[in-house]
């Protein structure tokens, strides 16, 4: 079962390059953030040629999350728990079956919080409290799941192309990386880094600055497994070619496999 989180900044704009990219690496799972469309305008026609059920959380012009799979899925949530009726959308989670028991999988878009100091970071950290809160229920069933999307935090100067430039940014802040912590504490694991445990795995460039070509780079999209489909980790990748592309998203692909054979 191969799950990716994919940051498409734009789902109108890179339809091309996300069908493109469905058809090569197949994925039975995708999450997608800053879909920045509603359910009419989402090329649904196009995702489910290329063999794609959708379940979308979208928003006009901003935001916006989507689930989509091959398989037959239920959506167990279109907000994160303890949401307002206002709540931004960013966040969507669905559940399929496997001949190894249910695996639920939760798409999210955390917010930047930047400025550092305002209102904005505070909503950043108290959707990260709310994002543990949601963690530990789905422990509680003892079952698959993996909690992927972006996470806009860098967890360690590890995975910041020049901490020193960060140090203001709220992806950085020592608040944020513990929010995160706290998430790995719980008993969580970052797949990326449960391969490659040191050096730089970057899933964001930005279009400023030359960014790409001089390769400065964040990690800022995760995915999170808890412990049961730890045990059934046996790849995980960051498609970085897609950074390359025609007008590509500022994000690329992230993807585990887990074996659920039976």
Request: glycine share 8%; aromatic share 10%.
């Amino acid at each position: 079962m191969k799950i990716a989180t994919w940051n498409v900044n734009s789902v109108r704009k890179r339809t091309g390059n996300l069908v493109a990219w469905l058809q090569e690496a197949k994925p039975d799972i995708v999450v997608l953030q800053e879909i920045k469309a509603q359910e009419p305008t989402f090329p649904t026609a196009e995702v489910e040629a290329a063999g794609y059920k959708a379940a979308i959380v979208g928003q006009k012009g901003f935001n916006g999350v989507a689930f989509l799979s091959h398989h037959a899925f239920d959506v167990t949530a279109r907000a994160l728990p303890g949401a307002a009726e206002d709540e931004p959308a960013r966040y969507v989670e669905g559940r399929v079956y496997t001949p190894r028991g249910p695996l639920t999988v939760g798409g999210l878009y955390l917010p930047n919080g930047n400025p550092v100091g305002t209102e904005k970071f505070a909503y950043k950290l108290a959707w990260m409290e709310r994002l543990l809160g949601h963690a530990r229920e789905l422990l509680a069933r003892e079952e698959m799941f993996v909690l992927c999307g972006d996470y806009n935090v860098c967890p360690t100067d590890m995975d910041v192309f020049d901490p020193k430039a960060f140090a203001n940014d709220a992806l950085c802040q020592p608040e944020s990386r513990a929010a995160f912590r706290k998430l790995l504490n719980l008993g969580l694991t970052d797949a990326v880094r449960a391969f490659h445990p040191d050096g730089e795995q970057y899933t964001f460039w930005d279009y400023q600055a030359g960014a790409w070509p001089k390769g400065n780079g964040l990690r800022i999209d995760h995915l999170l497994l808890s412990p049961q489909a730890a045990d059934r980790l046996t790849a995980v990748g960051i498609d970085k070619a897609e950074r390359g592309k025609t007008e590509p998203s500022d994000h690329v692909p992230v993807w585990c496999e887990l074996d659920v054979a039976a």
